[in-house]
Each structure stands twice: as structure tokens, then as C-alpha cells.
Nanobody, 116 residues
């Protein structure tokens, strides 16, 4: 059974940075694409960044140029570096397979709050 544990969220002022981490209980992303999702209050969960096994990455337009997804297979960890944060980035952030997440893999997420 796979468990994904997100961490690194917090409260930051607009323009600040955070780095999120997602540790998997076993190696799943050496052969699978991984993604970071977010869900803001009252909104649907959206995929914001995906990293494919070949190393290519895709981002939703709203975070392009500000967020970077990466992975460390040896540490079973995928990261999301978030720079130039905006209040509209406020959400709970989750990791999962991408672009088709596995329901059973959803973790608790990590809260990111950006103040103006």
C-alpha cells in the first residue's frame, strides 16, 4: 500500500517562497508521473504541476515561471518549489500520480496560506 505524506506548507507573505515535499512509502515515481494538486476553499482540486518519468514537466498557466516540480528517487520524494507566491495560491496542496490520481493515495495535504 502506498502512502504519500506532504509537508512544507505554512503562512507566507505575498512574494515569498515555500518548498513542499511529498514522501512516498515506496518508490512509485520512477515509473509513474507525479503531480502536485491544490484545492482552495469552495473550489475543485486542480493539478498544478506534473513531472513525468522522462524528466519533462507541465504546469498550469497560473503557476508557470513561479513553481518548479522536481524529484529525488533515492529519497522517494517529490518537491514543489514555489516562488513569488500570490494570495490566490492559498490552498491545501497534495501530491499524487498525474494526470490520473489514485483515490486511495490522497494524503492529508499541506496548507499554504499567502497573505497580501
Amino acid at each position: 500500500q502506498v502512502q504519500l505524506v506532504e509537508s512544507g506548507g505554512g503562512l507566507v507573505q505575498a512574494g515569498g517562497s515555500l518548498r513542499l515535499s511529498c514522501v512516498a512509502s515506496r518508490i512509485i515515481f520512477d515509473i509513474n508521473a507525479m503531480g502536485w494538486y491544490r484545492q482552495a476553499p469552495g473550489k475543485q482540486r486542480e493539478l498544478v504541476a506534473a513531472l513525468y518519468s522522462g524528466g519533462s514537466a507541465n504546469y498550469v498557466d497560473s503557476v508557470k515561471g513561479r513553481f518548479t516540480i522536481s524529484r529525488d528517487v533515492a529519497k522517494n520524494t517529490v518537491y514543489l518549489q514555489m516562488n513569488s507566491l500570490k494570495p490566490e495560491d492559498t490552498a491545501v496542496y497534495y501530491c499524487n500520480l498525474a494526470p490520473g490520481p489514485i483515490y486511495e493515495y490522497w494524503g492529508q495535504g499541506t496548507q499554504v496560506t499567502v497573505s497580501s
